[in-house]
């Protein structure tokens, strides 16, 4: 996956391994002093779910890419100073390790930053069409329970507290 040529959001699904390095280093900026980074990695354990050995994420591919575009508006609408944006997510098999979801936040001072990507990431989770199969030595399950897509216009209902930490209602749990 390219970094785009042109534009201060990169977002998008690759079935190939994430740019991690890349990203970060695409989101530094002349202007931006502070750059956060939040990768989600696949580890080998999840709930009582012992032995966990591959992941595969599938997605609605033909919603994916607005709804993170419009995820990215929504961010730089409530902290403007944001700088770039990144939300990559995989789709495809994993293995205990690879990283799953990237999201960077730049900005001139770190609480945009921090608060921008701590919001991307948990928004990401509520709002955009992507399920996880999870394989374990005893089994094999598309999740633990149902997970209910919300549109990005809901997430007015988003509250972010001074600390920068942001509570999305009836969000996923973000443990990667």
């Not at 999201?103 to 945009?112: D, I, K, L």
Request: glycine share 8%; charged share 25%; aromatic share 6%.
């Amino acid at each position: 996956m390219q970094e785009p040529a042109a534009g201060d959001d990169w977002v998008g699904i690759s079935d190939q391994p994430l740019p991690v390095e890349g990203a970060l280093d695409w989101a530094h900026r002349p202007d931006c002093g502070a750059v956060v980074l939040f990768s989600g990695v696949a580890r080998d354990h999840s709930g009582d779910r012992e032995a966990v050995d591959r992941l595969e994420y599938e997605a609605y591919e033909a919603q994916v890419a607005p709804r993170l575009a419009a995820l990215a508006s929504e961010a730089r609408r409530r902290w403007p100073a944001v700088g770039r944006l990144v939300m990559i997510h995989r789709v495809g098999e994993l293995v205990v390790g690879d990283s799953a979801v990237v999201v960077v936040a730049s900005s001139p001072h770190r609480p945009e930053a921090f608060a921008a990507a701590r919001f991307c990431i948990d928004a990401l989770k509520a709002t955009i069409p992507i399920w996880k199969r999870e394989r374990w030595e005893d089994g094999e399950s598309w999740g633990l329970e149902a997970q209910h897509i919300l549109e990005v216009d809901d997430l007015a209902d988003v509250s972010v507290g001074p600390d920068g930490s942001v509570t999305v209602p009836d969000a996923p749990s973000v443990d990667n």
